[in-house]
């Protein structure tokens, strides 16, 4: 059984900054791609930022240059730095996880959520 464990969220100031956290634990060989997404109320889910196994990224258009997708995998914990906070960045933060078991096969995980709210 694998869970994802979420941290870091709350509420600030625009402007501010937050440092989301997302663990993994459990039974798997390692992680593979990992990522952020996000849900605004009334708003579809959508990508925030991705890092691959060997440590590309991508950003979505309205982060670039303000937030910072990471990862340490002895730790199996993706991280995402959020510079420059915007009212608009105000939603439920999900973390994702390609994982890939001892036997070879592949599983996607997904972390709880952890609101993330910026005040204007």
């Known amino acids: 059984q694998v869970q994802l464990v979420e941290s870091g969220g709350g509420l600030v100031q625009a402007g501010g900054s937050l440092r989301l956290s997302c663990a993994a634990s459990g039974s798997f060989f390692r992680a593979n791609a990992m990522a952020w997404y996000r849900q605004a109320p009334g708003k579809q889910r959508e990508p925030v930022a991705s890092i691959t196994s060997g440590g590309s990224t991508n950003y979505g258009e309205s982060v670039k240059g303000r937030f910072s997708i990471s990862r340490d995998n002895a730790k199996n914990t993706v991280y995402l730095q959020m510079n420059s906070l915007k009212p608009e960045d105000t939603a439920v933060y999900y973390c994702?996880?390609?994982?890939?078991?001892?036997?070879?096969?592949?599983?996607?995980?997904w972390g709880q959520g952890i609101q993330v709210t910026v005040s204007s």
């Open positions: 994702y996880l390609d994982l890939i078991g001892y036997t070879g096969g592949r599983r996607d995980y």
